[in-house]
């Protein structure tokens, strides 16, 4: 799944190699993956490792040799990752979302929503409030809310208490409803 692939540094190999540069990047693009992860673990164990290459003895650290995944296999595999390679560094990304990662989501948005809502209509942070919202009986609100109260309450510096009519709200300073992805909330 992974393959080593190099080029030489130009800037460096440029000026001491001159006319037989040419014959070193041709060299150096014909290497083999295990020839190139040798040279990249020999160089990182040792700075002054020099190998030959092209008809030229080349320090190691003057090629630049990238470590990278092979999608097609990768994706036989883990159909679901979302591969990024640069010189640097690979990233493997799984994109499936789960329903602990929606849940978190919803109380991120709901809180970034509530404190929105605050500044909007000049409550200020530090203002004792009571947040109190009706849920509808949508079972995925009230696991977020439950499952990510911590998160939330530590933010809005308010506990969020649930009920099902107005009647049981106290003095209502804003009031407004969150949607998200078809989940509706009254605050």
Not at 59 to 74: A, N, Q, T, Y
Not at 115 to 137: A, E, H, Y
Request: glycine residues 2%.
């Amino acid at each position: 799944m992974i393959y080593y692939k190099a080029e030489p540094d130009w800037a460096i190999l440029g000026k001491k190699l001159l006319k037989k540069m040419k014959d070193v990047k041709e060299a150096i693009s014909n290497m083999n993956s295990d020839e190139l992860k040798l040279i990249k673990e020999n160089t990182l164990q040792n700075e002054e490792y020099e190998f030959e290459v092209g008809g030229c003895k080349v320090l190691g650290r003057d090629v630049v040799i990238k470590r990278l995944f092979i999608e097609s296999e990768v994706k036989k595999t883990y159909s679901n990752l979302v591969i990024e390679n640069n010189s640097d560094v690979s990233i493997l990304l799984d994109i499936n979302s789960n329903e602990e990662l929606e849940l978190e989501n919803f109380a991120r948005q709901f809180k970034s929503y509530v404190q929105k809502s605050r500044k909007n209509n000049g409550v200020q942070i530090d203002d004792l409030i009571d947040i109190f919202v009706d849920i509808n009986n949508d079972k995925f609100i009230d696991n977020s809310i439950t499952q990510f109260n911590d998160l939330i309450v530590t933010t809005l510096k308010s506990e969020i208490k649930r009920v099902s009519n107005k009647n049981e709200w106290n003095k209502v300073i804003v009031e407004d409803e969150f949607d998200y992805n078809q989940h509706k909330i009254k605050i």
